[in-house]
């Protein structure tokens, strides 16, 4: 038994074999990746929904709004006038609400090699078109106002 082996023993009260101890850390090391990837996911990559979950939508170029399940955000279409839907995002500093369009962004990243520009193009994307504030956030379902 080794020192460390046997602090464990005084702190346990049972043997713990380095295969257990090497189990334990390495479930331990994962869990920890698993939960500083999720905070690190959700900080950095615009918001982009699991398959079918549901989200707050607002047509690009009239103030329809829904709720809905989304799979593939491309191909949701506002059913009073046609225009592409993207998510809808509030502005902290004025309250306006936006239609946030990921979609010129993807194509974006495709073409453009400099990843300053794109997250460049990404703040601008995202700042609120009435009042030019980055302060702006995405919003929930149930965040639709029904008339
Ligand atoms: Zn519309
Ligand atoms: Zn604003």
């Known amino acids: 038994m080794d020192a ?6 005084k702190l346990t009260g049972k043997k713990v074999s380095m295969r257990t101890l090497l189990i334990a850390l390495i479930m331990i ?4 990746v ?3 990837k999720r905070a690190v996911d959700s900080s950095n990559a615009p918001p982009r929904p699991l398959p079918g979950a549901v989200m707050a939508l607002k047509c690009s170029s009239c103030d329809y709004v829904e709720d809905r399940r989304i799979v593939d955000i491309d191909e949701a279409k506002c059913p009073k006038c046609g225009a592409p839907m993207g998510y809808k995002r509030k502005c902290m500093d004025c309250s306006f609400e936006f239609s946030y369009m990921p979609q010129r962004l993807k194509n974006l990243m495709k073409t453009e090699p400099n990843r300053f520009k794109v997250l460049e193009a990404l703040a601008v994307e ?17 965040s639709v106002d029904k008339k």
């Not at 090391?29 to 920890?32: P, R, T």
């Open 4 to 9: 460390f082996q046997e602090w464990l023993f």
């Open 29 to 32: 090391l994962s869990v920890f």
């Open 34 to 36: 698993f939960f500083v």
């Open 126 to 142: 995202q700042a609120c078109p009435n009042c030019h504030s980055g302060n702006t956030e995405s919003m929930f379902p149930g």
